[in-house]
């Protein structure tokens, strides 16, 4: 068998291992289920590559993106070493070279994304092919607390169970809560051999800015850096298109890059990267993960990231040479907003979502750091760091003040109005702006109404936003986003423990310069309920989203709030038919616990008659037994009092005329009927 080391050298002409890789390769080679967390750009393919090479048979490797794939193998082969990738990708002719290569038993790695596993043919070929090795690359999809979660890798520790092979795992960011996920889809819950080697890039400067005018501080941030290669990760593909012209007219050599192009476009901005020196890629999330581009020397971010897991894969891609590297990240008020919607409409159940926004505050927690970046990115990943002289705020030290008296009224404001609202009304309160929304509750008589009077709205947001970085409250999903205060935050209000606070980002807060939303910040989460909910019809009916009400109609909802049936008729879009077939769902979503409403009132509803059936179905229940409740047992259908309410009859010989009143109903219920038809 050869040796690892001498295949380093005489193939990949590397003159000995990096920090960490020998301890993996030898754990793999020796047969044993390995799970190994390296920092991107940490050597971690050579850690199943080169055990591929020393055994017999095929190492199967499975991998996420096409580029990444096409990228390795394309490495391999040019250092002598055979290898192929089946993906969707493939020109028949690739794909027949692959074939031929399994049966001459040439090919030592053999790459093939998760959903081929779906496949009935794919289990034979493996067995056939005499697989000897699995390696899963980029692991942390196969948990639902990964940031890049794909439903296939599920598939994989069936694979496993089914070869009866060891499996390597590999990945560059997994908290432990995607450790343990990863243990248990891969290896049945049986710990494998880990390696958790440090997450510390000490040659990527850190830096965040809040967004004044994104599109110039893009611009100004790459002109200083130009004949560079970088890439601009942006939140939209609409917005990589629009950056990438601008960077472009900037006299920058630039492409834009995402999910909805043409695959023959993305292949060529792939190669283009690849081959090109000083190109800028503009690109949504799906663009460089895996790619083996060592000499990108920087990474800005036009929008903030999905969580820090995602923040710190995507600036991994930067300085994988060792050499300096520099990263920025722009963030704002939208992006916070955009990304508590993603949350929000998802899916998940109310758990995750709740998990989810702790991630999201872990990385505003970043975003707003008062101290050293990296000692606060290596510490959610468990590791201690001292100051690293790398990052903006080592360069220039955070203006911050004694804010425990601001997060006091604050916590304060959140207490009082039972944790029922977000920081939009919680700000009104502050501030003294006695809304409609505020004096409709009485908040304009709690003893913190205008307390905050001497912060600007603005400013009171950026508390807000702090407050959450530091994961004081958190929005709860169950209230449709309102804030709740955390266990952390009980010394502060108690005046137990002071707080800091940056000032810089308080007293730069200003209205942000945003297209107008639908609904208000306050009113954001319930409208991504609501979107949840008509997604999950649409998709039930197959139909498109709009056809079971469109925006407009949704956001009237999260405005006025129904709280009824006849408060729902009354929103524009929602008819007769639609308010049979979907009132009282969307209402459950608006207001809790779903009420059956009997179909002969729902045809009421929204117009008076429905009041008037109201009154007589109340009246019918209190008289059912007579006036001393102790006679026979006697009600009135729901259709009749439908009836009766609509015709108003205003004697005693037209209610007996009506179809299910008899004399016996009429001399019980007569009267009172008609004095109810009276007042109305």
């Not at 196969?142 to 060891?166: K, M, N, T």
């Not at 990263?327 to 995750?352: K, M, V």
């Not at 005693?652 to 219920?669: H, T, Y």
Request: hydrophobic share 40%; glycine share 8%.
């Amino acid at each position: 068998m050869p040796e690892p080391r001498d295949l380093l050298a005489s193939i990949f002409g590397f003159p000995g291992f990096r920090p960490g890789q020998e301890d993996i390769v030898d754990a793999v080679l020796a047969g044993r289920n390995t799970l190994a967390i390296m920092p991107t750009g940490g050597g971690k393919s050579l850690c199943f590559q080169l055990p591929a090479l020393c055994r017999d048979g095929v190492t199967v490797v499975i991998s996420p993106l096409i580029a990444l794939m096409r990228d390795q193998v394309r490495s391999l082969r040019e250092a002598g070493v055979e290898a192929g990738a089946l993906t969707s990708g493939n020109t028949e002719a690739e794909t027949e070279s692959v074939f031929t290569a399994l049966d001459e038993g040439r090919l030592k790695l053999l790459y093939m994304a998760p959903e081929r596993l779906a496949s009935a043919a794919t289990l034979p070929m493996l067995r056939r092919i005499n697989t000897q090795l699995i390696a899963v690359d980029e692991a942390h999809c196969v948990s639902q607390w990964g940031h890049d979660f794909r439903p296939d890798y599920l598939r994989i520790g069936e694979l496993r169970r089914a070869l009866d092979v060891p499996l390597a795992a590999f990945t560059a960011t997994a908290d432990e809560e995607t450790r343990a996920e990863i243990v248990t889809r891969l290896f049945d819950g049986v710990t494998p051999e880990t390696f958790l080697r440090g997450f510390d890039r000490p040659n990527i400067h850190l830096a965040f800015a809040v967004k004044d005018t994104p599109r110039s501080q893009i611009l100004s941030f790459a002109a200083a850096r130009k004949g560079q290669s970088g890439i601009v990760y942006c939140g939209t593909r609409a917005k990589t298109e629009t950056l990438s012209q601008a960077l472009s007219q900037a006299g920058h050599s630039a492409c834009h890059y995402h999910g909805g192009m043409d695959p023959d476009e993305r292949r060529h901005v792939e190669t283009r990267f690849q081959r090109e020196d000083g190109l800028i890629v503009v690109a949504t999330i799906a663009f460089g993960m895996g790619i083996d581009k060592p000499d990108i020397r920087w990474v800005a971010h036009a929008d903030l990231p999905k969580s820090i897991e995602g923040y710190y894969q995507e600036i991994g891609r930067a300085g994988r040479d060792g050499a300096p590297a520099e990263t920025l990240t722009l963030y704002g008020q939208d992006d916070i907003r955009f990304r508590r919607q993603q949350i929000d409409e998802g899916a998940a159940p109310p758990d995750r979502k709740a998990a989810d926004h702790a991630r999201l505050n872990a990385l505003l927690g970043l975003a707003e750091a008062v101290g050293c970046r990296r000692q606060v990115l290596l510490g959610y990943f468990g590791e201690q760091a001292q100051p690293c002289g790398n990052c903006d705020l080592c360069d220039r030290p955070a203006d911050v003040f004694d804010a425990t008296d601001a997060v006091r009224k604050a916590l304060s404001a959140i207490l009082r109005t039972g944790e029922w609202f977000g920081a939009g009304h919680l700000i009104d309160i502050l501030t003294g702006n006695a809304t409609a929304k505020v004096r409709e509750r009485g908040h304009d008589q709690l003893p913190t109404f205008a307390v905050g009077r001497d912060l600007p709205k603005q400013a009171w947001g950026a508390v807000f936003r702090q407050m959450m970085g530091r994961d004081l409250v958190r929005p709860d999903p169950d209230r449709h986003g309102a804030l709740r205060m955390t266990d952390a935050a009980r010394p502060i209000l108690r005046g137990e423990e002071p707080i800091t606070l940056r000032r810089d980002t308080v007293e730069s807060a200003r209205p942000a310069n945003v297209v107008k939303a639908l609904v208000s910040d306050e009113d954001a989460p319930l409208l991504s309920a609501l979107k949840a909910k008509r997604r999950a019809l649409a998709e039930q009916a197959n139909v498109p989203a709009y056809v079971i009400f469109p925006d407009r109609t949704l956001a009237e909802m999260a405005e006025k709030r129904p709280r009824t049936l006849d408060d729902m008729a009354r929103i524009t879009g929602v008819g007769a038919k639609k308010l049979e077939s979907f009132g009282t769902i969307f209402l459950a979503v608006i207001n809790g616990a779903e009420d059956q409403v009997h179909p002969s009132r729902l045809r009421l509803a929204g117009r008076p008659e429905g009041q008037v059936f109201d009154r007589l179905a109340d009246v019918q229940l209190d008289l059912a037994r007579g006036q001393d409740g102790t006679g026979k047992y006697l009600s009135v259908t729901h259709s009749t009092l439908k009836l009766i309410a609509e015709r108003r009859p205003s004697t005693l010989s037209e209610l007996q005329r009506i179809q299910g009143m008899g004399d016996q109903k009429v001399e019980r219920f007569g009267e009172a009927f008609l004095q109810v038809l009276r007042e109305a």
